[in-house]
């Protein structure tokens, strides 16, 4: 069975070869039958869209270790379980909240992160930090398509719209003062893992200046204990995505400052952001990142609860607002093989301003000198482009108080529930926190309806074939590239999906980015107690 998928693995590869030899698109038969679930935005483009610009806070997989030629002859190199290990490790980090932050929310203990990267550079993001002029942890994934650009920007950048959201009126006229008077401004962020290094350095004048007219905004509202978090969460991603979109209408002397603009706006982004103030945990998705908790019942049998839903056209509720705000003559055409307007797979997202804009500005600002085949915009207009906007960055808020029976959460790029579903997930973080000792499972109990008991022999089965991860995000990605239909890990499997060329391995595996909380059981039941 290993040696099977392993050499279909490989062979289909190789079939590849003669569509990149040929100068055709990579999205061949082979990537479409593959998969399906994730589209990239205008699958018509060319062959490899290549950015110029240098991957931001990627994990970069060794050389050594991973193919960069598509020459048939240079396949046969398989990774050893030693070579997988380090190469599944190379970007997992996982701290506890008090060694990092003194004034933290209890209710949080501690967070594991990991990234596996599929396109060259990698297009997903992460980012987790403490707002530090009021309370709460923030945690964030993001999903750039179409290039890293947007990705990066919003995930160096929303944090901070949901920062100063929260603020207090007397805050906001400390920040503003301290502009007017040129003083250091309070310090907004206490970034615990940051989205990487940015490339936008040059240019942050410019996106402090946009942040201070919106905080300009909030100190005219005159609310003194300003926006409450489902508000602050709705305007910032908005916002942000408003400011993208004007950045680049703007004129702009500086031409780093207009190229990096250009590319941010073209290209596009899903979020899931998590907001945790002690019990309260609120929840904003644009897109088709995901966030779940796991639950353990008093019973010991645990459970999963989607905090987000898909945006994409295989969720009712999306199709319906879709139509809602089209005439009905775009019925039939506002979402075509499952994409809307047959190009892009989410509904929500930030950028992808060619989905947004009009024909005739799209028209106006690419007139003015932009050398858009060096910066990688590609130029396209989807039939039955009638009345935009087509896609929107209005996140759907979900508020949950936390309960002590909330053990864990998880949120992750459309990569991990491409091929692993809800259940799947908390059932393996299960698992990992039973090989730490900390959740051990009852033998005496009936199987849970996550199918407990046959991981656990599975488990059994599988010990030997690698070191157990001490990262539940690095054995979440293990899995979801490795697994074989009937859940089971594959070794040969595992290695052959890490051995893909870099031009090639995006046709059966999409980046993917992990962050999993665990929650403070007795800190929260306290809590719930006093309340």
């Not at 999205?27 to 399906?36: E, F, G, L, T, V």
């Not at 060694?99 to 060259?120: C, G, I, K, M, Y």
């Not at 992750?412 to 692993?420: Q, T, Y």
């Not at 046709?507 to 999993?516: A, K, P, Q, S």
Request: aromatic fraction near 8%; glycine fraction near 6%.
């Amino acid at each position: 069975m290993s040696s099977t998928v392993s050499y279909w693995i490989l062979s289909s590869a190789r079939k590849t070869i003669a569509t990149l030899q040929g100068g055709q698109r990579l999205y061949s038969r082979y990537a479409s039958n593959r998969i399906k679930s994730k589209g990239r935005l205008f699958p018509q483009g060319p062959a490899t869209l290549k950015d110029h610009a240098a991957a931001c806070g990627g994990i970069a997989l060794q050389k050594a270790y991973r193919h960069t030629s598509t020459e048939e002859e240079d396949f046969h190199l398989q990774l050893s379980p030693e070579q997988v290990n380090e190469v599944l490790r190379a970007g997992e980090s996982a701290h506890k909240i008090l060694d990092l932050v003194s004034r933290a929310p209890d209710s949080v203990l501690r967070f594991e992160t990991n990234q596996l990267a599929a396109n060259s550079p990698v297009e997903d993001r992460g980012g987790i930090a403490a707002c530090l002029q009021t309370n709460g942890l923030l945690f964030g994934i993001f999903d750039g398509h179409g290039g890293h650009a947007c990705a990066q920007a919003v995930s160096e950048r929303l944090f901070y719209y949901v920062a100063v959201s929260l603020m207090s009126q007397q805050t906001l006229e400390q920040m503003e003062e301290a502009m007017e008077s040129m003083k250091p401004l309070l310090p907004i962020l206490q970034w615990l893992k940051h989205p990487g290094d940015s490339i936008y350095k040059d240019v942050t004048s410019v996106h402090l200046d946009h942040l201070r007219v919106y905080w300009q905004e909030l100190l005219n509202l005159q609310m003194e204990m300003g926006l409450n978090t489902e508000e602050a969460l709705m305007y910032s991603f908005q916002r942000l995505d408003s400011d993208i979109s004007l950045e680049i209408q703007a004129p702009l002397e500086d031409e780093m400052t207009r190229n990096l603009s250009l590319q941010v706006a073209f290209s596009g982004a899903t979020a899931c952001l998590a907001h945790i103030d002690g019990v309260h945990l609120h929840v904003a998705n644009a897109g088709d990142c995901r966030a779940i908790l796991g639950v353990q019942e008093d019973n010991g049998m645990w459970s999963c609860l989607p905090l987000t839903q898909d945006h994409n056209a295989w969720n009712p509720a999306e199709l319906s607002r879709l139509k809602r705000e089209h005439p009905e003559s775009e019925d039939r055409t506002v979402i075509m093989e499952n994409r809307l307007l047959g190009v892009l797979m989410p509904c929500r997202a930030f950028g992808d301003v060619q989905l947004k804009w009009s024909k005739e500005l799209q028209r106006s600002v690419l007139q003015r000198g932009f050398d858009t085949e060096a910066l990688n915009i590609y130029q396209f207009t989807p039939p039955h482009y009638y009345t935009p906007p087509y896609l929107t960055a209005r996140p759907e808020v979900t508020y949950h108080r936390l309960r002590p029976q909330d053990k864990f959460l998880v949120l992750a790029s459309d990569g991990l529930w491409d091929v692993l579903g809800n259940e799947d997930v908390v059932r393996l973080v299960v698992e990992h926190l039973a090989e730490e000792g900390q959740h051990k499972p009852d033998l005496a109990q009936r199987p849970t309806n996550l199918g407990l008991m046959q991981s656990l022999l599975q488990q059994r089965k599988a010990q030997g074939l690698h070191a157990a991860d001490q990262n539940a995000a690095t054995r979440l990605i293990r899995y979801a590239i490795g697994n074989n239909e009937y859940g089971e890990m594959e070794p040969e499997r595992l290695s052959a999906m890490l051995t893909l060329p870099e031009d090639l391995a995006r046709m059966y595996r999409d980046d993917i980015t992990v962050t999993v909380v665990y929650f403070n059981s007795d800190s929260i039941g306290a809590s719930s107690k006093g309340s």
